[in-house]
């Protein structure tokens, strides 16, 4: 089955306490995002991968870091949580720019 | 700074009425407009999406309506059902080589029976 596999699905930390969020697709797809998503925000881009080694800053970068070493893989990495970054967060895939995007189940991260 | 407003924040329906929830846009260049629906506990999944060389687009009771020269563009679900209860959130892109969507803050709908 074609899918995008976040893990955890829920976490709570507390502040400072480095933590990454691992997500997974295996649609061989170019292109991945990762998204957190706010009420009344709607969801914001936080980073973004067009190729392995290829990554670059959505809208709202500060705070979290990503790489990209393999195709499937695209872990996001919070270094020093803070309770702003309390939110759902999504992890997405796309075959190429301008096409469906296909999300994971998110993961909601909470940061005491 | 939100690039893609939409309206309502929240939409009430009885089963078997129209839902209608727009957007609004500012960029010129933005050339994918994608719907996503999202049920509680899930990812969003794409509904219908519209380029703008068309004004309208159908897929079944759900319909993309596109006005290129107000830079707006709407959802309207025909026929709603219980089943349509969930949030809807419009977005909008621009083929630059990457796949940055910019989403409206979204709509929660609930069709009543």
């Known amino acids: 089955e074609a899918q995008v596999t976040q893990n955890p699905r829920y976490l709570i930390t507390v502040t400072g306490k480095k933590l990454t969020v691992t997500c997974s697709q295996n649609?061989?797809?170019?292109?991945m995002s990762w998204y957190r998503q706010d009420p009344g925000l709607g969801l914001r881009q936080i980073y973004y991968?067009?190729?392995?080694?290829?990554?670059d800053k959505g809208d709202v970068p500060e705070g979290y870091k990503v790489s990209r070493k393999e195709k499937r893989n695209f872990p996001l990495i919070l270094e020093s949580p803070s309770p702003n970054q309390t939110s759902l967060y999504f992890c997405?895939?796309?075959?190429?720019?301008?096409?469906?995007?296909?999300f994971g189940q998110g993961t909601r991260l909470t940061v005491v | 700074q939100q690039q893609v407003k939409q309206s309502p924040q929240s939409l009430i329906v009885q089963k078997g009425g129209i839902s209608i929830i727009n957007c609004a846009y500012e960029?010129?260049?933005?050339?994918?407009f994608p719907w996503y629906q999202q049920f509680p506990g899930k990812g969003p999944a794409l509904l219908i999406a519209?380029?703008?060389?068309?004004s309208e687009k159908k897929e079944g009771r759900f319909t993309i309506s596109f006005n290129k020269s107000a830079k707006q563009f709407s959802l309207h679900i025909m026929d709603s059902q219980p089943g349509d209860s969930a949030t809807y959130f419009c977005?909008?892109?621009?083929?630059?080589?990457?796949?940055?969507?910019?989403f409206g803050a979204g709509t929660r709908l609930a069709v009543h029976p």
């Open positions: 991968s067009m190729n392995v080694e290829v990554t």
């Open positions: 977005a909008a892109s621009i083929n630059r080589g990457y796949n940055k969507l910019i």
């Open positions: 997405a895939s796309s075959y190429r720019a301008n096409t469906e995007a296909f």
């Open positions: 519209i380029r703008p060389d068309v």
């Open positions: 649609m061989n797809h170019e292109y």
């Open positions: 960029n010129t260049a933005f050339d994918y």
